[in-house]
């Protein structure tokens, strides 16, 4: 089968960083994404990882392990704009093009 | 500038009702994607499309509808069979084959019933 896991919420503040995890397994791979969603709004693209290794991407930044089954998205220099749910979903080899969406870390940034 | 619209931005659906939402992209995108989101909840598949004139079942299609008739529309119907309406609906497209398939949403369809 295929399951995916993130934290339900995680604190932390301002000018800090913090790492919000995600696991995943699947039998086929075919990248790991990140969103961002504020609350009221849609998701925003952050990051895409298919090779293993770090994505950096101004403050933010994302790692991929696939031997391990393993993402994070690391956030620096909080700032009280980054409070927002953060979206994990992996994409599955083959030819249904599907998402699968984990369900989402709620992210309060406190001053 | 290119995107993704939806409409309305908020609709409010009577008992027997079948409503229609209107998502349209002018990204040149293959995929389209409509997908539901509850309060506290993840996203839900409802159906996709990779193509004109074809689309498949999501994982909560019961009691939804859709067409692709062209490569700009992915309309989505809530039908009176959907006995449980009231959400946040999300349409999102993306190069599909051709690219890494990063999907791209458009602002969203609060759905509310009377």
């Known amino acids: 089968g295929q399951n995916i896991d993130q934290p339900t919420e995680m604190t932390a503040t301002e000018g800090a960083i913090v790492q919000i995890n995600c696991t995943y397994q699947?039998?086929?791979?075919?990248?790991l994404f990140w969103y961002q969603q504020h609350a009221g709004e849609a998701p925003t693209f952050l990051s895409y990882n298919v090779l293993d290794g770090l994505e950096e991407k101004g403050r933010f930044s994302s790692f991929l392990s696939r031997s391990k089954g393993y993402s994070y998205l690391l956030l620096k220099e909080l700032q009280m704009k980054d409070s927002a749910s953060y979206l994990c979903?992996?994409?599955?080899?083959?030819?249904?093009?599907?998402?699968?969406w984990g369900l989402g870390t709620s992210l309060a940034v406190n001053p | 500038d290119g995107g993704i619209t939806q409409s309305p931005k908020y609709l409010f659906r009577k008992e027997g009702q079948n409503v229609t939402l209107s998502c349209e992209q002018n990204l040149n995108h293959d995929a389209m994607y409509w997908y539901r989101q509850d309060p506290g909840q993840g996203l839900r598949l409802i159906y996709y499309s990779q193509i004109v004139n074809d689309f498949q079942k999501g994982d909560i299609a019961e009691g939804y509808s859709v067409s692709r008739e062209k490569k700009e529309s992915f309309p989505l119907t809530v039908t009176s069979a959907q006995k449980n309406p009231t959400a946040f609906y999300l349409c999102a497209s993306s190069a599909g084959a051709r690219g890494k398939n990063i999907q791209y949403f458009g602002a969203g369809t609060r759905l509310s019933v009377l």
């Open positions: 979903a992996f994409l599955k080899a083959g030819n249904n093009r599907k998402l699968i």
């Open positions: 699947t039998s086929g791979f075919n990248g």
